[in-house]
């Protein structure tokens, strides 16, 4: 299992907001639901439009390119046109900080 990797203080993300951060070269794309805290590639699987900048209601993000929706909590594809589910990772917070483990390369 990969390190993980802080990215951000919790105080820097507000509850039902999107914030782009970097970790180890990739961009990730942090929420804020009902007090947890979820991470997710930022790259929509249709055509790498930047999922922090669409719209999150409750679980669903929409890409702001061409409306393309994930579930934050497992990446699944929820609505076209993307047909490829993007990548989620671990989150783990300790004290005011934010961890997320991004997948051993092969």
Same mark, same amino acid.
């Given at each position: ?23 180890? #070269? &990739? =961009? ?10 979820? !991470?997710?590639? *930022?790259?929509? /699987? ?7 900048? #669409? &719209? =999150? ?10 409306? !393309?929706?994930? *579930?934050?909590? /497992? ?32």
């Amino acid at each position: 299992m990969a390190d993980f990797i802080k990215v951000a203080d919790v105080n820097e993300i507000e509850e039902g907001a999107m914030m782009q951060v970097e970790a180890d #070269g &990739e =961009l990730v794309c942090l929420t804020k639901v009902n007090g947890t805290v979820f !991470a997710l590639s *930022d790259n929509c /699987t249709h055509i790498s439009g930047p999922l922090n900048e #669409g &719209e =999150l209601e409750e679980y669903e993000v929409t890409c702001p390119w061409h409306g !393309a929706q994930f *579930d934050i909590r /497992t990446g699944r594809v929820l609505c076209g046109p993307a047909q490829q589910d993007v990548p989620t990772y671990p989150v783990k917070v300790e004290g005011e900080s934010i961890f997320i483990s991004l997948p051993d390369e092969a």
